[in-house]
T-cell receptor, first 113, second 113 residues
Framework: DAGITQSPRYKITETGRQVTLMCHQTWSHSYMFWYRQDLGHGLRLIYY???????DKGEVPDGYVVSRSKTENFPLTLESATRSQTSVYFC????????????FGPGTRLTVL | AQSVTQPDIHITVSEGASLELRCNYS??????LFWYVQSPGQGLQLLLK??????LVQGIKGFEAEFKRSQSSFNLRKPSVHWSDAAEYFC???????????FGTGTQLKVEL
């Protein structure tokens, strides 16, 4: 089914472990985004990508790494998870122009113990 | 830097009553403005967006929003709320560099039957 998917939907991990959250979109959208959602903060941009092999930092990039070797995939890696990274993570994508809607995935709820 | 303020964290309305959710923005030029809705456990869905032209924008599910440049506002309205409208609503402004959007902290809507 076409759209934007995230996996896993739920993840529990321990402090210091590496975790990778996956994001896949079937529309061939140029732009992809990673947000985290925390109570009282709304959505904050972690990283974004304008195209394959082009990524840039958002508002809260520390502790995260991204890559985009293929247009359709945009994985987010927590290299050494911390409790402060417990959050709900959303991936989104949009087409080329800056007036285009961002389409969101269902989210990944990550708990770091 | 662009920013969005949603002054109301929680709003409760009775089913059938009218609704207005407030959104104020800060942006250096003519903004692009969006309203998204998030149902529990779901990703964000676009309700409506404003780029230019008519300042009253119609969206899905019977929602509308009015862009008021003089007040830097983009308030969301619905004449008669349904119980299924209970959700969290986010206002966003853009574009930032790289098609970035800046989101507000959200307004949680509760609908009393």
């Amino acid at each position: 089914d076409a759209g934007i998917t995230q996996s896993p939907r739920y993840k529990i991990t321990e402090t210091g472990r590496q975790v990778t959250l996956m994001c896949h979109q079937t529309w061939s959208h140029s732009y992809m985004f990673w947000y985290r959602q925390d109570l009282g903060h709304g959505l904050r941009l972690i990283y974004y990508s304008a195209a394959a092999d082009i990524t840039d930092k958002g508002e809260v990039p520390d502790g995260y790494v991204v890559s985009r070797s293929k247009t359709e995939n945009f994985p987010l890696t927590l290299e050494s998870a911390t409790r402060s990274q417990t959050s709900v993570y959303f991936c989104a994508s949009s087409e080329l122009t800056n007036t285009d809607t961002q389409y969101f995935g269902p989210g990944t709820r990550l708990t770091v113990l | 830097a662009q920013s969005v303020t949603q002054p109301d964290i929680h709003i409760t309305v009775s089913e059938g009553a009218s609704l207005e959710l407030r959104c104020n923005y800060s942006y250096g030029a003519t903004p692009y403005l969006f309203w998204y809705v998030q149902s529990p456990g779901q990703g964000l869905q676009l309700l409506l967006k404003y780029f230019s032209g008519d300042t009253l924008v119609q969206g899905i599910k019977g929602f509308e929003a009015e862009f008021k440049r003089s007040q830097s506002s983009f308030n969301l309205r619905k004449p008669s709320v349904h119980w299924s409208d209970a959700a969290e609503y986010f206002c966003a402004v853009g574009p930032g560099g790289g098609n970035k959007l800046t989101f507000g902290t959200g307004t949680q809507l509760k609908v009393e039957l």
